[in-house]
Each structure stands twice: as C-alpha cells, then as structure tokens.
C-alpha cells in the first residue's frame, strides 16, 4: 500500500483520520441502506452544481426518485444533506491529491510541484469546486464539517513539515504549524479566486507552486 501524503506537503506514515461524515450521524448497515444514500448525495451534488449552490430538499427527493423522509432519515437536516455533499468532495479530493504520492522516490519538491498540479486539476475538473470554494462556507453547518477537513489537514501537512525538517529537506526556520496552515488555507484561497475569476488552471498552479515552494524553502524549479 503506498504511503500517504499529509496535507500537501509529502508522504506521511499512516492513513489520516477522517472527518466524521454528517455530523457523526450513524452510517447506514446495509448495502441498500449505503446504495440509498449515495444516491441522494449524488441528487444533491447535481442539484447544487445545477442552481449554482442553491438546494432544495424537496427537488433534490424528486431528482433522486425518493421522499423527503429519507433525505431526513439519513441527514437530518437540510444543512446534514449539504454536509454529506462537502464531505464526499473533501474525501475525494484528499483520496486523489492530497493523500497518494504522485512521484515515488522523487525529491521533496518534485513530488510536492506534482501535487500542487494534481489538487489544481481536481478542482478544475470538478464542477462543485467553484460552489463548494465560494458560499457554502456561510451556512453555520458546512462550515463546520468543512473545518473539520482544513484542521485535518494543517495536521497531517505539519507532521510532514517536521519530517521534512528533520531529514534536512526543509529549512530548520520554518515553522511547521505555520507554514501549514499557510498552504492549506492559501490554496483554498487561491483555488477558489482563480476558480471565479477564470484563470486557467496551468497558471493556477504554477502560481500555487511558487508560493508552496517558498514557503515551504524548497527550489521552486522542482529538482
């Protein structure tokens, strides 16, 4: 199994832990149950993608062929449903940028300018970035749950900070804790900007990168 990177920053020792998914709501126990409520998250996301961040529970029970009850069964609330719909783009955009080495046996800063490529296309690619990155944010809810991902991975990007640190890879003056929490929230940040103001995701990254690597004290050519 390959190891897993922490954050944005390099391979860490150990799967992350993972955000509690609605709220801590308990997980359906069978395959129907699991099948029934992947599909009204899937009802949500095209519902959300489709009314540029708006959601309706009753349309989203129409978009999926079921009630109303259910969706309240298995989220409890609007803002539960919603919560699931951050929560699923969150874990797949750890799973496929964050959380795998895109250049085994590569230097620090090749592997982490190849990541920084990877989490600019995933955004771009995926039409929930732009409304996930720009509103969701300001219902109290979401927040919350999209908290919990952003502090998971400050973490797992400071643990690999002071790996890095400690093989003489990055500079003995960077803070971990801080540079971190300036990488993961300034590509957040930065995403999200570049998202609304359409500019192209070659630039995106290469503009991440520079200030990932700076940050960070690795050569921003890669080598």
Known sequence: MPSRPAGVNASASSSPPRAPRDGGRPQPKTARGRASRDKLITAARDELIQRSGNLEVESVARRAGTSTGLIYRHFGSRAGLV???VDDFYTRYRTEALETNPAPGASMAVRERRRTELSAAFHYHDPLAAIVLSNLHLDSEVGLQEAVH???MIA??????RLGI??????????PDLVAAMIIGGMRH????????????KRAARQLWTFIAGVMGVDSDGK
């Open 150 to 152: 952003t502090n998971e």
């Open 166 to 175: 400690t093989r003489g890879q990055i500079p003995k003056d960077r803070d």
């Open 83 to 85: 919560g699931a719909v």
């Open 190 to 201: 930065v995403l999200a900007r570049s998202l609304a103001t359409g500019v192209s995701q």
């Open 156 to 161: 797992l990007a400071t643990k690999v900070m």
